[in-house]
């Protein structure tokens, strides 16, 4: 809970500090996937095919970062899915506040960013988006993309 | 099924990992922001303190620590509890001051640098430097000045990583004009 906590922090402070940052966080959050996903990976068996792929990410990756699954995969079986998680765990410690709904797009940003860079280290390339339904409610869209 | 039963050691793991991994990028991202080494050691000590002011109620809140009566209390909490609680590792608090003003942490192992290597070309890199802004934050808002620095680093080749903390005054509380 506390390393969740310390990351809440530094995520925001870096945000404070830099305006137009949202690419940037995006990027770190690659940078980070791309290192869990080969520690938490390197003694599991290969994935089947993509949806075994998506449903680990939901499943396992989700559950370890964040600490639930996520609630609900949806696909259209052509390359793209839709992951919703009902109380993501980075928004529900923002206040509902207005004045803090600004700030929601940067942490998912790093989610989105985790997300892509978990799936680049599993040979899936990916282009990830967010957007907040009602808050603490939010979906990540992946679209795979075939190299 | 080996992935069932290392579930909870390896999502004990993974969380520390995630912070150490996050840092580590924040840090990457910061050297390419920023021109020298001196100046990413500056935003990450203003990121530590901004860190640290709001730290510390998470801290007060969670831990029911009291007042501290005097710096060797203050020394052992930090040690024992703060650095246990976010971090994990407990330090030893040595290297005492004969005013008793100025003392050590000792750090064992450094949970931030897990898997890191300083390039050749950032040797002037203090990269733990958050550290030092959390701490002088947090204190600040228990009425605290302190100045805290590294003086060992096991990523610049030291044999552990020592944090020296010097207590430079009390910072009287802010009383609002007009009250008696």
């Known amino acids: 809970m506390s390393q969740c906590c310390m990351l809440n922090y530094v995520v925001k402070c870096f945000v404070q500090e830099n305006g137009r940052c949202v690419s940037k966080l995006e990027n770190m959050g690659f940078r980070v996937g791309q290192g869990l996903i080969e520690r938490f990976t390197k003694d599991t068996p290969r994935f089947k095919d993509e949806l075994d792929v998506m449903k680990f990410i939901c499943k396992d990756f989700w559950t370890s970062v964040f600490k639930k699954q996520i609630d609900n995969l949806r696909t259209n079986h052509q390359g793209i899915y839709v992951l919703q998680d009902n109380k993501f765990r980075l928004l529900t410690q923002l206040s509902a506040g207005k004045q803090h709904l600004e700030h929601a797009p940067k942490f998912l940003a790093f989610t989105c960013g985790l997300v892509r860079g978990a799936l680049s280290n599993l040979g899936v390339k990916s282009i990830v988006t967010a957007e907040v339904s009602v808050m603490p409610a939010c979906k990540f869209q992946v679209m795979i993309q075939k190299m | ?180």
């Open chain 2, 1 to 180: 099924m080996s992935r069932q039963s290392n579930r909870t050691t390896d999502s004990k793991k993974m969380n520390s990992e995630l912070f150490t991994l996050t840092y580590g990028a924040l840090v990457t991202q910061l050297c390419k922001d920023y021109e020298n080494d001196e100046e990413v050691n500056k935003q990450l000590d203003k990121m530590g303190y901004n860190i640290g002011v709001r730290l510390i109620e998470d801290f007060l809140a969670r831990s029911s620590v009291g007042r501290c009566h005097d710096f060797r209390e203050t020394a052992d909490v930090i040690a024992k509890v703060a650095f246990k609680m976010y971090l994990g590792v407990t330090p030893s608090v040595t290297n005492w001051s004969p005013a008793g003003d100025e003392f050590s942490l000792i750090l064992e192992s450094n949970p931030l640098v897990d898997f890191v290597e300083l390039p050749d070309n950032h040797s002037n890199l203090v990269y733990s430097s958050l550290l030092c802004g959390v701490l002088k934050g947090a204190l600040e808002m228990v009425q605290m000045a302190v100045d805290v620095r590294f003086a060992q680093d096991t990523l610049r080749g030291d044999n552990v990583t020592e944090i020296r903390m010097k207590f430079i005054k009390r910072i009287e509380e802010n009383v609002p004009a007009g009250d008696e």
